[in-house]
């Protein structure tokens, strides 16, 4: 059975497809498993540590306003819909599944024109261009709330929540000890887990950065900084960061407190360890509706990115951390807000049309 998945550019993307592979990898081992994602994009590190066949093409954004990018973009869309159709014919996939990402959209379109089904997963509560612009090509649509349902035709879709990877379902807590004994950690300190996102936001690098001498007084922080990292170095014994991790799950385990974007893929996560979190949705985007969406529901701590400085996040950490009973009622909120064991029945969805 050859299964293909598409999806990069960013990590939000990639990461409950893998939950959806390792699910068909331990129900099929024989199974063949192929991934189409973006030249330059993240994913290909985490595809390839899952040892899933990894293959590049051209990919465009998409834009909803005026930008001379739109005009190469179309081209680089071309381009990728051909080598798309290229890689389809060599690989013979019997599905495709995508969660979005633009360089889906021309391996979805070239796999309706081979008469290849598709499976797409919408993790966002908002509709994304991508997915809007699969939606009409797939087969099965998938969707992680109930909000969401409205954007897609009834008789094809279903709410299934969002996949958790295999090794966040395993993870061990007490593997904590461990983790402070091999990073050097205050076992007495508490732990602010700091990520930004799989290429990395420059704004929220900063807000911390300019926050870290206060922040590292009253706690420790790991930091996951992307390809926007500051230019300066800071070092304290209370201060590690990293440009990005293939396995975070030890890290989210560990943690007291996590200061996120609103990725679904980073959401669904935190919610399902239960994980009181600080989030930072960028603005304008598909993120502020994820973001309203847990905050509706109480189940996170919002800091709006405009307006906001390094001490507006300090103060929202100290007061959190100082405050355990509020950390349990939003570690226990978060949980709730998610359906759970997207990755087994995705995987039933997709062993079903190959069938």
Known sequence: MKILFTGGGTMGSVTPLIAVAEVLKSKNPG????????????????????NIE??????????????????????????????????LLKIRPRVIVSAGGFVAVPVVWAGWLLNIPTIIHQQDVQLGLANKLCSLFAKKITVCFPESEKYFNRRKTEIVGNPVRMNLKNGDKTKRDYLFEKLGLDKDRPLVLITTGGTGSLMVNSLVYDGLKQLVEFCQVIHVTGKNKPKDFFESENYISYEFLVNIVPFLLSADLIVSRA???????????????????IPRSHQVYNASYFYKKGAIELLEQEGADGDDLIRKIKELLNDKNRLKELGYNIHQAIKWGAEGRLADIIEELAG
Do not use: C
């Open 31 to 50: 199974s063949d498993l192929f991934w189409i994602g973006t030249r330059k994009g993240p994913e290909e590190k985490m595809v390839r540590h899952y």
């Open 54 to 87: 990894f293959k590049k093409i051209y990919s465009g954004k998409l834009r909803r306003y005026f930008s001379w990018q739109n005009f190469l973009d179309i081209f680089r869309i071309l381009i990728g819909f051909i080598q798309s159709i290229i890689l």
């Open 263 to 281: 990725g679904m893929a980073t959401l669904t996560e935190i919610s399902y360890l239960s994980k009181p979190a600080i989030i930072i949705p």
